[in-house]
């Protein structure tokens, strides 16, 4: 059966469907407004969506009819009360190196963006959201738990429900829908053989793994490089752009981050840098893994952070086989001058072969051999923010 691939946009969620030997968009729900992630759960075939109301703030949308209908949640993802977190405020300082300094500030927590959704086997339900919580629910989203051993972490200055913390924080931030500059988690990843191992990344800290269900956590950031830090190597402070693991094998996960490709054979425990810079990877958001072996990724490269556009204003698609020692730059069907496209975190998926990956221009491209070919099939979108086949 030809899967149903779900795309989020700013401007609602829509479904590419094949149609004889042609792939369309149709819009699915939520026109007019923004969503950040949309899914299908695995286990029950719902399909979730996590809004971004420019009036009514963040909210989780859900369809049991295959998105003919949707409803609002009627528990809603909020902060318990007490919830506070330490974030910072920028300042002009003539001392220091760009002549901004930044001082810590201790914030009241209240819900800026639901960013990214994480199903697991045992039938949890993961949000990770801007400012940096991790929250679960274990019957069908009826209730939603923070995850306090997280958000209590001594990284990021300890139990501020207990008292003022520690003062000190590794996690920073990254630019919420508000302009808040606050930490959040962008990437959930259950272990499909083991529910209770989990990884979420942190823009900005790194990555952050449980063996126990999320009683504990410990930094997965063991070779990861920042070169713009004087501390290169430090354990805190990594921008991990998107995590993915190998679902059939597990142990292998990709990350795409601010200071390039790193790919780990040990569950996150260790990484290595993969970066290809004759073939323009380095820099980037998405990354896509193969279903089976762990050795094979997907990248759409760009160019820095400053210049969030493509390489040399050419799109192309980067698929390694080899785990990162090689990488192939496939541009057939794609537009070779001219392009400017950004492709988002979690704008880019694969599943048997089926690779599709949507643009902050509105382009939605696809390929039914791996990224080999390529074909437009839409120009016309709005700018779409995530991508799931399922």
């Known amino acids: 059966?030809?899967?149903?691939?779900?795309?989020?946009?700013?401007?609602?969620?829509?479904?590419?469907?094949?149609?004889?030997?042609?792939?369309?968009?149709?819009?699915?729900?939520?026109?007019?407004?923004?969503?950040?992630?949309?899914?299908?759960?695995?286990?029950?075939?719902?399909?979730?969506?996590?809004?971004?109301?420019?009036?009514?703030?963040?909210?989780?949308?859900?369809s049991d009819d295959q998105g003919a209908t949707w409803r609002d949640l009627p528990n809603q993802i909020a902060y318990p009360a007490g919830a506070r977190y330490l974030g910072q405020d920028m300042f002009e300082d003539e001392t220091a190196e760009f002549g901004v300094g930044f001082r810590n500030v201790v914030r009241t927590a209240t819900l800026q963006k639901l960013w990214v959704l994480g199903f697991a086997a045992d039938g949890a339900i993961y949000v990770g959201t801007i400012p940096g919580g991790l929250f679960c629910s274990r019957?069908?989203?009826?209730?939603?738990?923070?995850?306090?051993?997280?958000?209590?972490?001594?990284?990021?200055?300890?139990?501020?429900?207990?008292?003022?913390?520690?003062?000190?924080t590794k996690w920073f931030g990254t630019p919420a829908a508000e302009g808040v500059f606050a930490p959040g988690i962008h990437s959930v990843d259950i272990d499909p053989r083991d529910p209770k191992r989990l990884l979420v990344a942190v823009s900005t800290a790194g990555v952050i793994g449980s063996d126990d269900g999320g009683l504990t956590w410990h930094s997965r950031n063991r070779g990861m490089t920042m070169d713009h830090n004087p501390d290169a190597e430090a354990e805190w402070g990594h921008d991990p752009h998107y995590i993915e693991r190998c679902p059939g094998d597990p142990d292998h996960v990709w990350q795409q981050n601010h200071c390039g490709v790193f790919y780990s054979q040990d569950g996150a425990r260790s990484w290595?840098?993969?970066?290809?810079?004759?073939?323009?990877?380095?820099?980037?958001?998405?990354?896509?893994?193969?279903?089976?072996?762990?050795?094979?990724?997907?990248?759409?490269?760009?160019?820095?952070?400053?210049?969030?556009?493509?390489?040399?204003?050419?799109?192309?698609v980067a698929r390694t086989e080899d785990g990162g020692a090689s990488w192939r730059q496939l541009r057939t069907g794609l537009p070779r001058r001219d392009a400017y496209d950004v492709v988002y975190r979690h704008a880019l998926a694969q599943r048997g072969g089926v690779v599709v990956f949507g643009t902050t221009t509105g382009n939605l491209f696809l390929s039914e051999d791996r990224g080999d070919h390529w074909q437009a099939v839409s120009h016309h979108l709005p700018p779409v923010y995530s991508v799931r086949i399922g």
């Open 139 to 168: 019957d069908g989203g009826t209730s939603w738990q923070l995850n306090l051993p997280l958000w209590n972490h001594p990284s990021r200055g300890g139990d501020l429900f207990a008292g003022e913390g520690s003062g000190a």
């Open 272 to 316: 290595r840098k993969v970066n290809g810079p004759k073939q323009g990877v380095g820099f980037g958001f998405p990354v896509a893994t193969d279903d089976r072996d762990g050795r094979v990724a997907w990248l759409v490269p760009g160019r820095s952070d400053a210049q969030r556009i493509t390489v040399d204003g050419s799109l192309f």
């Open 1 to 62: 059966m030809t899967p149903q691939i779900l795309v989020g946009t700013r401007k609602g969620t829509f479904a590419l469907e094949k149609h004889g030997k042609r792939w369309r968009p149709r819009l699915l729900g939520h026109a007019g407004v923004g969503v950040n992630f949309v899914a299908r759960e695995p286990r029950t075939g719902r399909l979730w969506a996590l809004l971004g109301h420019g009036h009514w703030g963040a909210k989780l949308s859900t």
